[in-house]
């Protein structure tokens, strides 16, 4: 099934470091989603990215899409406390409008 | 800004119980959805609606669970009977426009379902 995955599962890296997470997926999509979920807590959305668009930004967020390679890579740069927090990406591929989320990479940003 | 809210933030209940999951979507939006996530694992799809109709459903979303929009502004997901493996954070989100080509999906905080 279509599906995202973020790579690493898990990154730790020192504060005012840049932060990349990668997601692959298997099948042609629509637009890709990455969402911030702090612990226990809801999902925040952070980028929409669409399949005729190359890189976005938003902030300190780089989000680059590469249809290609059916991948998709978020980049926090000059990383705060405060993101420390689980990403996920999150695609539409289909002609209905549910996403399908990814297991998540588990950013920890060290002081 | 405007944003989804759900309520209660935390349901315990007892299984073979029915529960009642409540959100309020973004006011402008068409769209309203329903994932859940269990703890450690992926967020998953439940079920869409638009036009006072399901769009479309997942294969959790058995006979058990049901939504409603029953005025202007709730959306909410029922469980008939509970059973120990509903439980789970449940994230209600609502768009603007779905379909292809699918615009941003606003999630609420979730409401995390205990049953015993």
């Known amino acids: 099934s279509q599906q995202g995955e973020e790579d690493p599962q898990a990154l730790s890296i020192q504060e005012g470091e840049n932060a990349t997470m990668n997601c692959s997926y298997k099948?042609?999509?629509?637009?890709l989603q990455w969402y911030r979920q702090n612990s226990g807590r809801g999902l925040v959305h952070l980028i929409l990215?669409?399949?005729?668009?190359r890189e976005k930004h938003s902030g300190r967020l780089r989000v680059t899409l590469d249809t290609s390679k059916k991948s998709s890579s978020l980049l926090i740069t000059a990383s705060r406390a405060a993101d420390t927090a689980s990403y996920f990406c999150?695609?539409?591929?289909?002609?209905?409008?549910?996403?399908?989320f990814g297991k998540g990479t588990r950013l920890h940003i060290l002081p | 800004e405007p944003e989804v809210t759900q309520t209660p933030s935390h349901q315990v209940t007892q299984m073979g119980q029915e529960v009642i999951l409540r959100c309020v979507p973004i006011?402008?939006?068409?769209?309203f959805y329903w994932y859940r996530q269990i703890l450690g694992q992926k967020v998953e799809f439940l079920v869409s609606?638009?036009?006072?109709?399901?769009?479309?459903k997942s294969e959790i979303f058995d006979d058990q669970f049901s939504v409603e929009r029953p005025d202007g502004s709730n959306f909410t997901l029922k469980i008939r009977s509970t059973k120990l493996e509903d439980s789970a954070m449940y994230f209600c989100?609502?768009?603007?426009?779905?379909?292809?080509?699918?615009?941003?999906?606003?999630f609420g905080p979730g409401t995390r379902l205990t049953v015993l």
């Open positions: 006011s402008n939006h068409l769209y």
């Open positions: 099948t042609s999509i629509n637009n």
């Open positions: 989100a609502s768009g603007l426009a779905g379909g292809r080509g699918t615009d941003t999906q606003y």
């Open positions: 990215i669409r399949s005729n668009e």
């Open positions: 999150a695609t539409d591929a289909g002609e209905d409008d549910k996403i399908i």
């Open positions: 609606f638009y036009n006072n109709e399901i769009s479309e």
